[in-house]
């Protein structure tokens, strides 16, 4: 059985610079930008045993200290390609971290990432020999397992949920907590669980998602290219998921990297940010 998508970030690291290199250390041989891109975007992700993250050395002290962390795509990715390629999006993503821990924790900080996702797929879906993504409305596959979301990003999708009297419906209730007994390292096993357990509280009866423009970035930055039956459980629990084909953005990698890890945000599954709040209230 595989999932059609990433589903955890890796652990933060600290960094005390906006210059660092990535050291890798491999004896076999390493495959071209092309190639690895290629086998990230065909991959079907699985949970993964804890690993050591890829250890980023500054180079020099500014003193500027924070967290940094690497999506799981672009961690694959970074492990293979060249230094100076490594050193750039490394860079990239301090600039973007630089900018993220200037604006206070709250809603404004996830509206501004989410713009800047929005954005770099747009020019990246009017670039020249991009393959567009194969996504439609009405396909809701990916909204049938574990979503993870900074802590700001479930506190705009919990005032929605209220706001839409869910919280009081004793049926999503229970479909939540539910759910959030699924931890992190459980996203296979959720994977496996009927739809009618594991869809995403906020599908409405037509099977769209009702909180769309709000949706987190784990969601905006989601998009294949291949035929979306390949994303269904009935084909991948089958094992069968050989054409699955994820459309990789690394700037929105980049981006997503450096929203994970902000001081004051924490990072779960919507289920447990949800259970953790309604429990709050009891």
Same mark, same amino acid.
């Given at each position: 059985?595989v999932?059609?998508m990433?589903?955890s970030?890796?652990p933060?690291?600290?960094?005390?610079?906006?210059?660092?290199?990535?050291?890798?250390?491999t004896?076999?041989?390493?495959?071209?930008?092309?190639?690895?891109?290629k086998?990230?975007?065909?991959?079907?992700?699985?949970?993964k045993?804890k690993?050591?993250?890829t250890?980023?050395?500054p180079?020099?002290?500014?003193?500027?200290?924070?967290?940094?962390?690497?999506?799981e795509d672009?961690?694959?990715?970074?492990?293979?390609?060249?230094?100076?390629?490594?050193?750039?999006i490394?860079?990239?993503?301090v600039?973007?971290k630089?900018?993220?821990v200037?604006v206070p924790?709250?809603?404004?900080?996830?509206?501004?990432?989410?713009?800047?996702?929005?954005?770099?797929?747009?020019?990246?879906?009017?670039?020249?020999?991009?393959k567009?993504a194969?996504?439609?409305?009405?396909c809701?596959h990916c909204c049938q397992?574990?979503?993870?979301?900074?802590?700001?990003e479930a %506190?705009?999708?919990? /005032?929605? @949920?209220?706001? *839409?009297n869910?919280h $009081?419906d004793?049926e999503v209730v229970?479909?939540?907590?539910?759910?959030a007994?699924?931890?992190?390292?459980?996203a296979l096993?959720?994977w496996?669980l009927?739809?009618?357990k594991s869809?995403?509280v906020?599908?409405?009866?037509e099977g769209?998602?009702?909180?769309?423009?709000?949706?987190?970035?784990?969601?905006?930055s989601?998009?294949?290219?291949?035929?979306?039956?390949f994303c269904?459980?009935e084909?991948?629990q089958?094992?069968?998921s050989?054409?699955f084909?994820?459309k990789?953005?690394?700037?929105?990698?980049v981006?997503?990297s450096?929203?994970?890890?902000?001081?004051?945000?924490?990072h %779960?599954?919507?289920? /447990?940010? @949800?259970?953790? *709040?309604?429990?709050? $209230?009891e």
């Amino acid at each position: 059985s595989v999932i059609p998508m990433y589903l955890s970030r890796t652990p933060v690291l600290r960094s005390s610079s906006c210059r660092c290199h990535v050291t890798t250390s491999t004896k076999t041989k390493k495959p071209t930008r092309k190639e690895a891109i290629k086998k990230a975007s065909t991959s079907k992700p699985k949970p993964k045993p804890k690993q050591k993250p890829t250890p980023m050395i500054p180079e020099e002290d500014d003193g500027l200290s924070f967290e940094i962390a690497i999506t799981e795509d672009l961690q694959n990715i970074l492990s293979v390609i060249p230094e100076p390629e490594q050193n750039d999006i490394v860079e990239r993503i301090v600039t973007w971290k630089g900018k993220l821990v200037g604006v206070p924790k709250g809603p404004e900080r996830a509206h501004i990432i989410h713009r800047a996702v929005d954005s770099a797929l747009e020019q990246e879906k009017n670039a020249k020999g991009e393959k567009p993504a194969s996504c439609r409305k009405g396909c809701n596959h990916c909204c049938q397992q574990l979503v993870f979301v900074t802590e700001e990003e479930a %506190d705009i999708l919990y /005032r929605l @949920f209220e706001s *839409k009297n869910m919280h $009081k419906d004793p049926e999503v209730v229970k479909t939540v907590l539910a759910q959030a007994a699924y931890e992190p390292h459980q996203a296979l096993e959720f994977w496996a669980l009927p739809k009618a357990k594991s869809a995403c509280v906020f599908l409405d009866q037509e099977g769209l998602c009702s909180v769309y423009s709000s949706r987190p970035t784990s969601c905006r930055s989601f998009q294949v290219t291949s035929d979306p039956k390949f994303c269904s459980k009935e084909v991948s629990q089958q094992d069968n998921s050989e054409g699955f084909e994820k459309k990789l953005s690394i700037e929105t990698e980049v981006i997503a990297s450096a929203a994970i890890g902000l001081e004051g945000s924490a990072h %779960d599954s919507i289920p /447990r940010f @949800f259970a953790r *709040k309604l429990q709050a $209230k009891e």
